[in-house]
């Protein structure tokens, strides 16, 4: 019995047992399980601060620079109240160049701070909030591309801006408001011509100086701004004197109102005497051969440079800004004393002694009007005044310009001429006759556009062939009479060879009738 009795005592201890093994692996997992989420939540929170916190909690090699970098990135400064820097203290690091963007509308936040934590200065916030606010500089020169003409305008830094002619040079040391340095000083070359590319004029070297003593000593100094510009070029014939050089100067000159001087390289005494009225009136100061000049001459301003806005005429959104045609032609006006404003104003069915007069600009060959006293003749019938103008190469501008300002209407071939246009009253009629050719897009772009511009009644009479002397000396079978198509593929310098340069005009007066009575009608407008 007593043997049972320990079987038994045996086998409840052992299922007991098995019992208590059972519930503590239960409790062994449950006790695993609650520590591993624990561990992951405290994980999980302090995820964040975790590359500044692994020295405390998983120690690993550490460099003394790495570690006192930690202490600065956890130690954030408290931000203090401190006076702003002074603006020369500010503007210390090298400003960017010219030619970037002045205006950046996006940029990267700190990209170098979220590679590489760097602790926060205050100072250094500072000067960059004072950078980014200041305007971006203006670069001196305005560079418009591979075909307009480049102009500086050039601000007057510490004594002024600098000119050498001979070595056809323009100084600019740096202003005041710069704090009288220029860390990241420019250079350009200017071609200071309406028309870029033109050969035969010498190139003008604009260099900003990087400080005020860079600057050489002034021989002449000058109270009133400089304008450099070239006379060469295409000057000689009538329109380019014109839209190459007058119109040009006179945009970057009205502004100064008599109150600049004309630095001129590569001067034509010629150009200067022949134009000495309008000059004078754009400047009160005698002209200076830039290329003579060996001497430092100083000016508290400059420009360098003059530009076209169009062929013969001013477009009045371009820099610079604000002028027109008529007020051109109302200066020109005014400089030669021309009395007429307006054109004669022709009432219908009023008869008078007084009639409106018609001015035909008459050419030598080629392009000569070969009938023009029988065109003559037509005009007079329908009702004009009659009178030919033929202005020599020489003749006093002034003197042949209160000519055309008498005149009501003005007409002729398609030529250098028709630059007279410039002195008629606003209002008045121009025919421009455009010779045989297809040359109607050469005539509205020289005379027609510009004509417009001005304010004149203008109307556009293309010649047929047969009304082309190029019939009888080529004969129909030649290119230029029966294909003129040909032709203009072939290049400019067959087209005015054959339809400037060979042929004259002789209208069909029945074609052209019709064309003077408009002319009429157009003075009753």
């Given at each position: 019995?007593?043997?049972?009795?320990?079987?038994?005592?045996?086998?409840?201890?052992?299922?007991?047992?098995?019992?208590?093994?059972?519930?503590?692996?239960?409790?062994?997992?449950?006790?695993?399980?609650?520590?591993?989420?624990?561990?992951?939540?405290?994980?999980?929170?302090?995820?964040?601060?975790?590359?500044?916190?692994?020295?405390?909690?998983?120690?690993?090699?550490?460099?003394?620079?790495?570690?006192?970098?930690?202490?600065?990135?956890?130690?954030?400064?408290?931000?203090?109240?401190?006076?702003?820097?002074?603006?020369?203290?500010?503007?210390?690091?090298?400003?960017?160049?010219?030619?970037?963007?002045?205006?950046?509308?996006?940029?990267?936040?700190?990209?170098?701070?979220?590679?590489?934590?760097?602790?926060?200065?205050?100072?250094?916030?500072?000067?960059?909030?004072?950078?980014?606010?200041?305007?971006?500089?203006?670069?001196?020169?305005?560079?418009?591309?591979?075909?307009?003409?480049?102009?500086?305008?050039?601000?007057?830094?510490?004594?002024?801006?600098?000119?050498?002619?001979?070595?056809?040079?323009?100084?600019?040391?740096?202003?005041?408001?710069?704090?009288?340095?220029?860390?990241?000083?420019?250079?350009?070359?200017?071609?200071?011509?309406?028309?870029?590319?033109?050969?035969?004029?010498?190139?003008?070297?604009?260099?900003?100086?990087?400080?005020?003593?860079?600057?050489?000593?002034?021989?002449?100094?000058?109270?009133?701004?400089?304008?450099?510009?070239a006379m060469g070029g295409l000057t000689g014939n009538y329109w380019h004197d014109f839209s190459d050089v007058m119109i040009p100067l006179y945009l970057q000159a009205a502004r100064f109102d008599g109150?600049?001087?004309?630095?001129?390289?590569?001067?034509?005494?010629?150009?200067?005497?022949?134009?000495?009225?309008?000059?004078?009136?754009?400047?009160?100061?005698?002209?200076?051969?830039?290329?003579?000049?060996?001497?430092?001459?100083?000016?508290?301003?400059?420009?360098?440079?003059?530009?076209?806005?169009?062929?013969?005429?001013?477009?009045?959104?371009?820099?610079?800004?604000?002028?027109?045609?008529?007020?051109?032609?109302?200066?020109?006006?005014?400089?030669?004393?021309?009395?007429?404003?307006?054109?004669?104003?022709?009432?219908?069915g009023l008869i008078s002694d007084k009639k409106p007069r018609m001015m035909i600009i008459s050419r030598r060959h080629p392009r000569k009007l070969v009938n023009v006293a029988e065109v003559v003749a037509?005009?007079?019938?329908?009702?004009?005044?009659?009178?030919?103008?033929?202005?020599?190469?020489?003749?006093?501008?002034?003197?042949?310009?209160?000519?055309?300002?008498?005149?009501?209407?003005?007409?002729?071939?398609?030529?250098?001429?028709?630059?007279?246009?410039?002195?008629?009253?606003?209002?008045?009629?121009?025919?421009?006759?455009?010779?045989?050719?297809?040359?109607?897009?050469?005539?509205?772009?020289?005379?027609?556009?510009?004509?417009?511009?001005?304010?004149?009644?203008?109307?556009?009479?293309?010649?047929?062939?047969?009304?082309?002397?190029?019939?009888?000396?080529?004969?129909?079978?030649?290119?230029?009479?029966?294909?003129?198509?040909?032709?203009?593929?072939?290049?400019?310098?067959?087209?005015?060879?054959?339809?400037?340069?060979?042929?004259?005009?002789?209208?069909?007066?029945?074609?052209?009738?019709?064309?003077?009575?408009?002319?009429?009608?157009?003075?009753?407008?």
């Amino acid at each position: 019995m007593g043997d049972d009795h320990g079987a038994k005592l045996v086998k409840s201890l052992r299922g007991a047992a098995q019992k208590y093994v059972g519930v503590g692996f239960f409790l062994g997992f449950f006790l695993v399980l609650l520590t591993y989420f624990t561990l992951s939540e405290q994980f999980a929170i302090a995820a964040p601060n975790a590359i500044r916190r692994t020295s405390a909690a998983h120690p690993t090699p550490t460099t003394p620079a790495v570690a006192e970098k930690t202490v600065q990135q956890q130690q954030l400064p408290v931000k203090k109240e401190e006076a702003p820097l002074p603006e020369h203290e500010q503007v210390q690091e090298k400003p960017p160049p010219v030619d970037e963007e002045p205006h950046r509308e996006t940029e990267e936040p700190n990209s170098e701070t979220e590679e590489d934590p760097k602790p926060i200065d205050e100072a250094s916030k500072i000067v960059t909030t004072a950078e980014e606010s200041a305007p971006a500089k203006k670069p001196a020169c305005d560079i418009q591309g591979p075909w307009a003409s480049d102009v500086c305008d050039l601000a007057g830094g510490s004594g002024g801006v600098r000119i050498h002619g001979s070595t056809h040079t323009v100084l600019v040391p740096p202003t005041i408001e710069s704090g009288g340095s220029n860390p990241n000083p420019q250079e350009w070359r200017v071609l200071p011509y309406s028309r870029k590319h033109m050969s035969g004029i010498k190139e003008i070297t604009v260099r900003e100086l990087p400080t005020a003593a860079d600057a050489p000593r002034c021989a002449v100094t000058s109270q009133v701004p400089a304008l450099v510009f070239a006379m060469g070029g295409l000057t000689g014939n009538y329109w380019h004197d014109f839209s190459d050089v007058m119109i040009p100067l006179y945009l970057q000159a009205a502004r100064f109102d008599g109150e600049v001087q004309l630095v001129v390289t590569n001067i034509q005494p010629w150009y200067a005497g022949k134009y000495r009225h309008i000059i004078a009136r754009l400047s009160r100061y005698d002209v200076v051969d830039m290329d003579k000049g060996r001497q430092v001459r100083c000016f508290p301003s400059a420009v360098v440079g003059i530009r076209m806005h169009k062929e013969f005429s001013i477009d009045p959104t371009k820099e610079p800004t604000g002028h027109s045609m008529p007020e051109f032609t109302k200066f020109l006006r005014n400089v030669f004393a021309l009395p007429r404003a307006a054109p004669m104003r022709v009432t219908a069915g009023l008869i008078s002694d007084k009639k409106p007069r018609m001015m035909i600009i008459s050419r030598r060959h080629p392009r000569k009007l070969v009938n023009v006293a029988e065109v003559v003749a037509l005009a007079k019938r329908i009702g004009f005044e009659v009178v030919i103008g033929d202005p020599p190469f020489n003749v006093d501008v002034g003197d042949f310009a209160r000519e055309v300002n008498a005149a009501d209407v003005l007409m002729g071939v398609h030529g250098a001429g028709l630059t007279n246009s410039l002195f008629l009253p606003t209002g008045a009629v121009f025919i421009q006759v455009n010779p045989f050719g297809k040359m109607e897009h050469i005539g509205e772009v020289d005379f027609g556009t510009p004509a417009v511009d001005m304010g004149l009644k203008y109307m556009a009479y293309s010649c047929g062939m047969e009304e082309s002397t190029l019939v009888d000396t080529l004969g129909r079978d030649h290119p230029a009479v029966k294909d003129p198509e040909s032709i203009h593929r072939s290049g400019w310098s067959k087209v005015a060879e054959y339809y400037l340069g060979k042929q004259d005009v002789k209208l069909d007066l029945q074609r052209v009738e019709p064309v003077l009575i408009k002319a009429m009608a157009m003075l009753r407008e």
